[in-house]
């Protein structure tokens, strides 16, 4: 019997999960690129960022922001701010500025042909991989704001984002 998804699974998953992710990359948010440097100022309060498992040094890391507001996260458009950073083979490291401590969460993607979009395929599954603070399982519904949020405390914050792929998560 011929299915227009080779799995349900792969149908509930590119609804519930994925694609959101994709109106990261059609925002008009406030972006900040990094050429040079990781956007780290110790002098400032910010986030610093550490994406694992960037499998090429090719293209860009881009992350955003977003704050406590569950109807914003993974709305690219209601983004607070977005990073885009050259992606480094292994890890990449950037700083988030941000003007108070709060709870945040980051979603991030990695534009591996720098286009400013989230490449998916013909059925909507991404082409690039992704990523969410809190690493939260991906599954058969999108992530909540509460497992990818943290606290920045007035000194600021770390987090270590592990990209995935649509293809690992499927498997």
């Known amino acids: ?5 080779p799995q349900p699974s792969i149908a509930c998953l590119v609804a519930f999960v ?6 990261m990359a059609q925002a008009e948010v406030t972006t900040l690129e990094y050429k040079d440097g990781d956007g780290c100022q110790s002098d400032k309060l910010a986030i610093h960022v550490t994406v694992d498992n960037v499998r090429k040094g090719k293209g860009t890391i881009v992350a955003d922001l977003h704050d406590e507001t ?4 993974l ?3 209601r983004a607070l701010i977005r990073i885009r950073m050259p992606a480094a083979e292994g890890q990449t490291k950037f700083c988030i500025p941000i003007d108070r401590p709060g709870t945040y969460a980051v979603g991030i993607y990695h534009d591996r042909n720098d286009n400013w ?3 998916k395929n013909f059925l909507g599954i991404p082409k690039e991989a992704f990523g969410l603070s809190n690493n939260p399982r991906y599954g058969l519904r999108r992530p909540k704001l509460e497992e990818a949020a943290f606290e920045v ?3 600021g914050a ?3 984002i592990k990209l995935a792929r649509a293809r690992d998560i499927l498997n």
């Open 75 to 77: 709305r690219g458009s």
């Open 117 to 119: 979009k989230f490449d």
């Open 153 to 155: 405390a007035p000194e």
């Open 70 to 73: 569950p109807e914003d996260f």
């Open 1 to 5: 019997m011929f299915r227009f998804f």
């Open 158 to 160: 770390e987090t270590v």
């Open 18 to 23: 994925l694609l959101p992710l994709s109106t």
